[in-house]
């Protein structure tokens, strides 16, 4: 029987095949499509219903307008050429005082504020302290002032949102957003060798031109100024060049208030001193209920000064200052020095394992104790190096070893090789005389000084006066 092949059914499958190779794909999308449009519709129902983005944004819109009408724009012009800078600031009191950077105020001939509402004031500098980077401005309107509410008492922590205010690259009245990244840095190269740290590192977008300018908590709370960043270029901190990178730093407010109180009182600043010497960084401390501390150790407690008064022993170990932790001698450095002598300060201190509450009336800071950081503020402001040497007549005498091209010292006419004979009214023969003479009368924070030089190779004959200027 002959057997009959046919190609229907393989027709069939092919056309089958072919149908749902088409087809299917425009199914499935069309599937795709509708549960899409059912997800966009419940997103949209639950945006409507939920608006706690909306709060957020009407919270956020709040500060903005609390915080902004004390925020102030500062601009500088200094005797170079004409050349100007420009910085924030922000209202201290309704008495006209404005507070910002001492570094953006720095060789200042005029200094002019506008406030937010468009009016432009000038500004006097009622002093200024390089070793916080604190400045006091002062305005002589009294209407229209609104002072920025102060965190007192109440400490930031890690996490925490924060909103930096200021003009970034000139653009007046910005507000950037982020959280503490960290407490108790301290960036080498933010205030040079000399400068007090312990700040607050947050991620909030700073810029040149922020300088100075508030840093508030979510409740519009000043804890803070920023003062400086971290770049790809130069991670140790910087004041005046590059662009944010995601790390900036500020002030914390435990060390502002004191200063401010003290240049406005007084237009200068007297260290506080308690006469304890302690290890650099710091140690972790458990407590019996688990908690850890940080702190740092006392090695040595000078005989009846201020803290041997009190009763503070060698081998304790301090981790709060007024309420703040202290978080590296850096941190403990910076609590101390921003009070002045006389003022009582409150510590916690850790002794056998028991936290014990001592309070210590703080001392003068003496100035052997400020000679290092001098040095270091003199490089940085004037861009000079000194040391001592030895003449041909036996005598020493302060050489100028080094000058910084473009520096304040450079433009004043100071050069490496000449011999400093005396700064102001004081004779200068060694390296700790011209720190005590720069120091004592003020150059420093505010003022002018006449530098006698002459050249090391033939004194007599070169000397000449050369007039320094650091204003502030």
Not at 157 to 163: A, I, L, M, Q, T
Not at 175 to 194: A, D, F, H, K, T
Not at 423 to 445: C, H, K, P, T, W
Request: glycine content about 14%.
């Amino acid at each position: 029987m002959r057997r009959f092949v046919t190609l229907a059914p393989a027709f069939v499958v092919m056309a089958t095949t072919v149908t749902v190779l088409l087809v299917a794909p425009a199914a499935v999308r069309r599937i795709g499509h509708a549960n899409t449009a059912v997800e966009v519709a419940f997103a949209r129902q639950t945006i409507e219903e939920d608006d706690i983005l909306a709060r957020l944004d009407r919270a956020v819109g709040a500060i903005a307008q609390a915080v902004e009408p004390s925020v102030v724009h500062i601009d500088v012009r200094t005797p170079d050429a004409g050349r100007s800078t420009t910085g924030s600031g922000w209202i201290f009191d309704t008495n006209g005082h404005i507070v910002t950077n001492s570094h953006v105020v720095r060789g200042a001939e005029q200094v002019r504020v506008e406030f937010y509402d468009g009016r432009v004031e000038r500004a006097v500098v009622v002093g200024a302290d390089p070793f916080t980077d604190i400045a006091v401005l002062k305005v002589a309107v009294t209407d229209g002032l609104f002072p920025v509410n102060m965190a007192i008492g109440t400490l930031p922590h890690k996490g925490e949102r924060v909103f930096a205010f200021g003009s970034p690259f000139g653009f007046k009245f910005s507000m950037s957003e982020g959280i503490v990244s960290g407490l108790g840095r301290n960036p080498q190269g933010s205030l040079g060798l000399g400068g007090y740290t312990n700040f607050i590192q947050t991620d909030a977008a700073v810029n040149p031109g922020n300088s100075g300018g508030p840093l508030v908590n979510i409740r519009g709370e000043l804890v803070g100024m920023n003062v400086a960043i971290a770049t790809g270029k130069d991670s140790q901190g910087t004041q005046e060049t590059g662009d944010s990178a995601g790390i900036s730093f500020a002030i914390p407010v435990g060390t502002i208030g004191p200063i401010v109180d003290q240049l406005i009182e007084t237009g200068g600043i007297s260290r506080g001193f308690v006469g304890v010497r302690f290890q650099e960084g710091a140690d972790w401390l458990s407590l019996p209920d688990g908690r850890e501390l940080r702190g740092v150790r006392v090695t040595e407690v000078i005989a009846e000064g201020p803290a041997s008064k009190a009763g503070l022993q060698s081998g304790d170990t301090i981790v709060r200052i007024q309420g703040y932790p202290v978080t590296g001698s850096d941190a403990l450095s910076s609590l101390i020095s921003s009070g002045r002598a006389g003022d009582e300060i409150g510590i916690e201190a850790m002794r056998a394992g028991e936290l014990l509450p001592i309070t210590i009336r703080l001392g003068e800071m003496p100035i052997e104790n400020m000679l290092e950081r001098i040095a270091g503020q003199l490089d940085r402001q004037l861009g000079i190096r000194v040391h001592t040497v030895y003449k041909d007549d036996g005598g020493r005498g302060v050489a100028i070893m080094s000058v910084r091209d473009g520096s304040i010292g450079d433009r004043a006419g100071l050069r490496p090789g000449q011999l400093v004979e005396r700064v102001g009214s004081q004779r200068v023969s060694s390296g700790i005389d011209l720190y005590e003479a720069v120091y004592g009368q003020g150059l420093l924070s505010r003022g002018e000084l006449g530098f006698v030089v002459s050249n090391l190779d033939n004194p007599g004959r070169s000397r000449q006066t050369v007039p320094v200027r650091i204003y502030p």
